[in-house]
């Protein structure tokens, strides 16, 4: 359960201060699957980070799960993201010098998982994501879809609650944007808190609840009707 | 992530950037080679010497008089050195650790036999001198108690002289040969003792003969023991065993005017230390210079890897690492890195030593603790300045680092 009340995100101070969020209240439950519109430099990004541990608020409350995360320090944030959060990135960013199991194995090492069990749920994710194939190959061996397919799997891989996809398909062709659409909502099914930005009318008709933001306020919140 | 994981990473990010890490490395392999090297040339010299100066098979340590009066009515004097006679020689025999006091005297003769003409070293010696440099007998007898004595003309000539001057089937023992134009009775051949690629060089390869030491003295109107020498029970001991054979000759003879000592091989070895303390200190010191320099340069690349890893740590700090885990990983890498330059550095030092051993008239010894202390030093440089570059990257900002361009 995500819960923002009054969140605001303010970069430089003084005279210089340019307010990005001014005053967000949200709330996201378990298993919801969400996308977050509006025009670019509204906040969309910003509003993702803060969510994901990423960056901090400047004013406001978040809560996850109940808890109050202002009091968090960086290791707890650190852990916070690696057990709860799974981002998704536009430009995919996977490590351009591992293969796509080892990739997907990154979070684990610092989950502290062992090699063995990294090893077994690396591969078992790449099956999920349809890239049992191609386990070894490194990101430049792979096509925009199937890099985004081992971060997908990369974000799934400490089994987090919520998985965050700042515009998935952003980099992606229409149809492999779609696939990708339905791998995510496949994984809303299984119980997946989803959040996606995107800018596109059709990604975010794929999801349950799309929210608009312009200038850093939340304009519009509506449920899907399909 | 534990340290084998970290250092595998770390192992992998060097070896892809293999020409800019040798290159890195370059300032500690050379620190590191140069000190082993010279440390190592230095001591194989240093055992060289030692080996020269306390050649185990002589084992034997010469006795001097060094007079201690040099002046009388303002003028130079000579110090004519005391007579020393057999007994006295046995007394010192007494001293503890003493295995023998060989007393000799010498003389040079020109030896004719079978038309055949030669300059030799004639050693005057008594009945010890042969057991006591372990002599190899090969016809006759050995000189005696008794050819002493009663100032026998007896002779023993070593292999070399037999081979020069006698023909191989003429009987030698029992034979009369010339010295200086005097007739005297060869009662035995001994092994030579020069080595064979010694042999035939001067005069001293012509050969040499024993004597009794009374003859010698008559012949050549030289004191009956000349030369002194000490032969110790362990020949580590041998200074030592020296010192205290020189003291016991000096109260024996009593002489006021001088006295015994025995050379002090150690001293030699002692000079050659601070000589080579100086060089090592002067060449350790460039050695420094150059880990310095390497270790700047280690932190230097540290510092470019960061800016440009930047989105990476900045991922991986989105997938959960902590700033604990990213400072751990860079530091491993330097550390890595600095000690990777310590071992080629090794490596470089074996063969270089190994090829200086051919060339070298002695062999360099690679000392195992330079070795270490080589590598952890390398190790150390590694933390000492991959320190800054690790706490950089620790602390960016995950969004800030993502967002790097
Ligand atoms: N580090 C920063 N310093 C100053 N301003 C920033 C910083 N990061 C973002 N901004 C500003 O915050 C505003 C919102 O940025 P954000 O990335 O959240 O927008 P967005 O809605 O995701 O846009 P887009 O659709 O183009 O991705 C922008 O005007 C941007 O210039
Ligand atoms: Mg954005």
Redesign the pocket.
């Known amino acids: 359960m995500i819960r923002l009340s009054q969140i605001t995100?303010t970069?430089?101070s003084g005279s210089l201060a340019?307010p990005?969020?001014r005053g967000i209240d949200l709330e996201i439950g378990d298993g919801e699957f969400v996308a977050i519109m509006?025009?670019?430099?509204?906040?969309?990004?910003?509003?993702?980070?803060i969510i994901g541990f990423l960056d901090k608020q400047t004013g406001g409350t978040y809560s996850l799960n109940g808890e109050d995360v202002k009091q968090a320090n960086e290791k707890q944030l650190a852990g916070l993201r690696n057990r709860h959060i799974g981002f998704v990135f536009?430009q995919f960013f996977l490590l351009p010098r591992l293969n796509a199991q080892k990739n997907v194995e990154t979070p684990l090492l610092y989950a502290g998982v062992s090699k063995k069990e990294r090893s077994e749920r690396a591969l078992g994710l790449l099956e999920k994501v349809g890239l049992k194939e191609r386990t070894g190959h490194l990101p430049s061996e792979l096509s925009g879809g199937q890099k985004q397919r081992v971060a997908i799997a990369r974000a799934l891989v400490n089994q987090p609650t919520v998985i965050l996809a700042?515009?998935p398909t952003g980099a992606l062709d229409s149809k492999t944007g779609a696939q990708i659409m339905e791998l995510l909502t496949e994984l809303n099914r299984e119980g997946k808190t989803v959040i996606i930005?995107t800018?596109e009318e059709e990604i975010a008709a794929c999801t349950d609840r799309i929210i608009v933001?312009r200038d850093?306020l939340i304009v519009d919140d509506r449920k899907v009707t399909s | 992530m534990n340290v084998r994981e970290s250092f595998a990473l770390a192992l992998s990010s060097i070896w892809n950037h293999k020409i800019r890490s040798i290159l890195t490395m370059l300032g500690i392999i050379i620190g590191v080679s140069a000190v082993i090297i010279v440390v190592a040339i230095g001591d194989g010299a240093r055992q060289q010497m030692a080996d020269d100066l306390f050649s185990t098979d002589e084992n034997a340590i010469p006795l001097y008089f060094e007079q201690t009066t040099y002046e009388e009515n303002g003028e130079m004097m000579w110090v004519e050195p005391p007579a020393v006679t057999g007994e006295q020689l046995d007394a010192v025999k007494e001293v503890a650790g003493v295995k023998y006091v060989l007393g000799t005297n010498s003389g040079w003769g020109t030896m004719n036999h079978n038309e055949h003409t030669a300059d030799m070293e004639i050693i005057g010696v008594d009945n010890q001198y042969f057991i006591a440099k372990d002599l190899t007998l090969l016809e006759g007898r050995r000189l005696n108690t008794r050819d002493n004595d009663s100032y026998s003309r007896v002779a023993m000539i070593d292999s070399l002289t037999r081979e020069n001057m006698f023909a191989a089937d003429e009987e030698a023992v029992g034979a009369i040969i010339d010295i200086n134009d005097n007739p005297y009775k060869v009662v035995g051949v001994y092994e030579s003792t020069l080595p064979p690629e010694f042999r035939h060089m001067d005069e001293f390869s012509n050969g040499q003969m024993l004597m009794p030491r009374t003859l010698i003295s008559m012949m050549f109107g030289s004191p009956e023991i000349d030369t002194i020498n000490v032969i110790a029970d362990q020949p580590d001991n041998l200074t030592e065993t020296g010192f205290a054979a020189a003291e016991k000759l000096t109260e024996l003879t009593g002489s006021e005017e001088g006295m015994y000592v025995a050379e002090d091989m150690s001293a030699y070895v002692e000079e050659f230390d601070s000589f080579y303390m100086t060089i090592t200190l002067f060449i350790s010191s460039i050695a420094g210079i150059s880990l310095l320099v390497g270790g700047i340069g280690v932190m230097n690349i540290m510092l470019v890897s960061v800016t440009e890893r930047t989105r990476e740590i900045g991922l991986r700090k989105a997938l959960g690492a902590t700033r604990g885990q990213i400072l751990r990983q860079f530091l491993i890498e330097s550390v890595t890195l600095t000690s990777l330059g310590g071992l080629i550095g090794i490596g470089f030092a074996a063969l270089v030593t190994a090829v200086a051993a051919v060339f070298l008239p002695f062999t360099p010894i690679i000392n195992p603790v330079v070795v270490i202390v080589g590598i952890l030093f390398s190790s150390m440089i590694g933390i000492v300045f991959g320190i800054l570059p690790a706490n950089k990257a620790s602390k960016l900002s995950p969004?800030?680092a993502l967002?790097y361009e």
């Open positions: 995100k970069y430089g340019v990005v969020l509006g025009p670019s430099g509204s906040g969309k990004s910003t509003l993702m980070n536009q700042d515009e930005v800018h933001l850093g | 969004i800030d967002r």
